[in-house]
């Protein structure tokens, strides 16, 4: 018996790699399949399921190409009704991996089709359960996504996870394997633990949505707080239930080199955006006027989902060289499929013709705490509300980055103000969109609050009121 997770850091994800005797499972599959394929190839054996735990909204999956290219079957729980060919297992139906078996659990609540798998050993002892969305370590899977077409209230489907995870899940052992779908970082929960992997034993101890006296209670802990879900959430699942183009389709529309001097035309004839990639370091000193930071070396695909939204808005990327390939299939991952190109040479290239460049005006924190005038200097912080909660400057108010699409409407672009984050990346994002809005009255302090909290700049616990909306 061979299990490998296979972890994507960028989207916070487990797929999984399943062995025995000459035959292979793969479970929840990103959308690039060939690393699977030879991981297969080079173990000798057959893939001969793909296992879904669920109509993912978080990422479109592999499961269709790699059915496709080794002939494997496609395995979802009750309740799904995808627009292709596969198979609908019941509840409680066994697969076998060659000397392993595969029981399937319905566990609804997540979503209305949600299944865990229980991998059972050559002996069949219960060994691992890759738990999906259903159960995630130190948290549950949010009950807030029900499908397009589905009347039923998150509270029906919290009280139906409820229902799940007490008579599914806690009557396994204790020394029962969970694999989730997600780790810390995804936005399909709120509390997940930064493990990858830990007993189910464990998590009856310490997951607090394991530890509710009953429905209501379990009800309302789970709901509170959960923020909205991202907009590209609904359509990941369209795609994974309507099927999609191939990666290696995408691939080759994306990655085609676009000359400086076309980029304008390009632009305006496909209604596209510049989307570039380079770390904040590099973006702040120059960058194409309206362009779009999202750093690759960050939470890329999620961010872009966010704030971006429409995953048919036409893109055209600035990159560093080498990484336009990377780019574009981390794009795809969340189902932004229509990259028509990078720019030739990047921005070195674009800035040697001459072209009009446009710079964010970003300061070290110790000029900011010689500039920091008390009440009357206007301070953004684009963190999120509970890191904002813990500590913040003082008269500073909070703005989360991922609301901006609201909030910068607000602005009044006649005062001068300061924008941070935690260390950098956010709030350069939210500099590159308030300067592509039309908003360049600010200064971005470089290194965020973790530069500032090193300062003498008053701080404080409380939720401040002051405002900085137009007059």
């Not at 309740?79 to 060919?85: C, I, L, M, R």
């Not at 309206?290 to 704030?307: E, R, T």
Request: glycine content about 8%.
């Amino acid at each position: 018996m061979k299990i490998e997770q296979i972890y994507t850091g960028c989207l916070a994800q487990g797929a999984y790699y399943i062995s025995s005797n000459g035959e292979a499972a793969i479970i929840d599959p990103l959308r690039e399949v060939q690393p699977y394929i030879e991981l297969a190839k080079k173990n000798d054996v057959k893939i001969k399921y793909v296992f879904e735990t669920h109509f993912h909204a978080d990422f479109v999956s592999g499961h269709l190409d790699l059915s496709k290219k080794t002939g494997a079957a496609i395995i979802f729980g009750p309740n799904a009704t995808p627009d292709f060919k596969f198979i609908s297992a019941k509840d409680g139906e066994e697969f076998k991996i060659g000397l392993l078996t595969i029981k399937v659990l319905h566990t609804p609540g997540h979503t209305m089709e949600s299944s865990c798998f229980l991998l059972k050993d050559e002996n069949g002892k219960d060994h691992a359960l890759f738990s999906g969305d259903t159960l995630f370590l130190g948290d549950v899977g949010r009950p807030d996504l029900a499908q397009k077409g589905q009347s039923i209230t998150q509270d029906q489907l919290a009280g139906m996870l409820y229902d799940s995870l007490n008579n599914k899940i806690m009557p396994l052992a204790n020394d029962l394997l969970v694999y989730p779908a997600h780790g810390a970082g995804s936005a399909c929960g709120k509390n997940m633990m930064k493990q990858t992997v830990d007993t189910l034993g464990n998590q009856k101890k310490i997951n607090y949505a394991l530890n509710q006296p009953n429905k209501a209670t379990f009800i309302e802990a789970i709901t509170e707080g959960l923020l909205p879900p991202p907009g590209y959430f609904g359509m990941n699942v369209e795609m994974n239930k309507k099927g999609i183009e191939s990666i290696d389709t995408i691939l080759e529309k994306g990655v085609k080199a676009i000359h400086p001097n076309e980029l304008e035309s390009v632009l305006e004839s496909n209604g596209a955006i510049i989307l570039d990639i380079r770390d904040a370091e590099d973006f702040y000193k120059g960058f194409i006027p309206k362009s779009i930071n999202i750093g690759l070396h960050g939470d890329f695909a999620p961010w872009v989902g966010l704030l971006v939204a429409d995953v048919k808005q036409a893109i055209v990327l600035v990159t560093n060289i080498s990484e336009e390939t990377e780019s574009v299939m981390r794009l795809a991952r969340v189902g932004f499929d229509n990259v028509i190109g990078y720019l030739d040479g990047g921005f070195e290239a674009w800035a040697k013709l001459g072209k009009e460049v446009d710079i964010v005006n970003r300061i070290e924190a110790s000029q900011f705490e010689l500039e920091y005038k008390g009440a009357s200097t206007q301070v953004i912080d684009v963190r999120k509300n509970n890191e904002y909660t813990a500590e913040h400057v003082e008269e500073s108010y909070n703005k989360p980055l991922a609301e901006i699409n609201n909030w910068f409407k607000t602005i009044n672009n006649n005062t001068p103000f300061y924008i941070h984050c935690a260390a950098g990346y956010r709030s350069m994002i939210a500099a590159s969109i308030l300067k592509a809005r039309g908003i360049h009255n600010f200064k971005e302090i470089r290194g965020g609050y973790k530069a500032i909290s090193t300062s003498n700049i008053p701080k404080t616990n409380f939720v401040c009121q002051s405002k900085l909306y137009k007059s």
